[in-house]
């Protein structure tokens, strides 16, 4: 893995922006696997707070398209992947799902979209950069980078939502007593 190129002060600036009603959309990719790292944790966190934060308090006025992996890479360095990756990579999986099921009922127009990026076998990472891109005033921050994401996105295969069927809501009695569900 190459050294981090998260440069996190660009970040907090464009998510601040968030809150800007002349922002209208973003396109976040959070594909590194950099993120998963336990350095990048608190800031992981804070990237999910703010986006969070600002589906709420704009209120169904910011559409946010956000792109993660949907499986790490079945390359050699899967081998020597430190053992917190993959369970970080289940957490914050877990949490963004949960997330998602939390806000759903509340008002749809706030439910997060996240679209897990679907990694061949041979591929050792994303065909995409890291990005926050914001659709200000009908413009993108990044023209070509926002397109190919969203290009991307919508390729057939490409990308899986990420949703609350990914959520395990059996508990620890349900196949002991199914009345539970009653």
Known sequence: MTDPVIDTAAWRERLAELEVPDVTAAVVVQCDQVWLQPEFTAFRNEVDQAL????????????????????????????????GVDRAFAEWHSRLSAAGVLLHPANSSTAPRIHRLILRGDQSGADIPD?????????????HKAELALHTV???????????????FDGPFGDADPSIYM
């Open 154 to 168: 919508a390729l057939a295969g490409a990308t899986t939502p990420l949703t609350g069927y990914d959520m395990d």
């Open 131 to 143: 990005m926050v891109e914001l659709l200000k005033n009908g413009d993108w921050t990044d023209p």
């Open 52 to 83: 969070m934060t600002a589906q709420l308090r704009r209120d169904g006025h910011l559409a946010i398209t956000r792109v993660i992996l949907h499986n790490l890479p079945l390359t050699r360095d899967a081998i020597s992947r430190q053992a």
